[in-house]
């Protein structure tokens, strides 16, 4: 089983949950981060700490987020590994909890 990052982390992108990864599992796109779920032990210690709530265990994603499993695994490969937590964007707020963020998610 993985965690996995899903649609509230674009352009919010807060970045508290790498530094308690303790696989380095995280990777940093342009305006979100991904999760390597090859990488990924099932620790737990990255949900809690996600002020946007957007990291789910791969049992409890909801349905209509299942998408981003996938795309967590792709884009995990493409992207670089962070593991020291960075200033959010200076708009991450007014970006947290909107909907529909998917179209904004840059590669």
């Known amino acids: 089983m993985t965690y996995v990052v899903t649609e509230n982390c674009i352009k919010c992108k807060y970045t508290d949950c790498v530094e308690v990864c303790p696989v380095d599992c995280f990777h940093e796109g342009p305006n979100f981060l991904a999760i390597d779920p090859d990488e990924c032990i099932d620790c ?3 949900e ?3 002020p946007a709530e957007a990291i ?3 049992d409890d994603l909801p349905k209509e987020m299942e998408h981003f499993l996938e795309l ?3 884009l995990s490969q493409n992207w670089p590994v962070i593991t020291e937590a960075k200033d ?3 708009d ?3 970006w947290d909890g909107k909907p529909d963020k998917l179209q ?4």
Do not use: D, G, K, V
């Open 44 to 46: 737990t210690l990255c």
């Open 48 to 50: 809690p700490e996600c």
């Open 56 to 58: 789910y265990s791969e």
């Open 72 to 74: 967590n695994a792709e």
């Open 88 to 90: 959010p964007p200076a």
């Open 92 to 94: 991450a707020e007014e």
């Open 104 to 107: 904004h998610l840059e590669r």
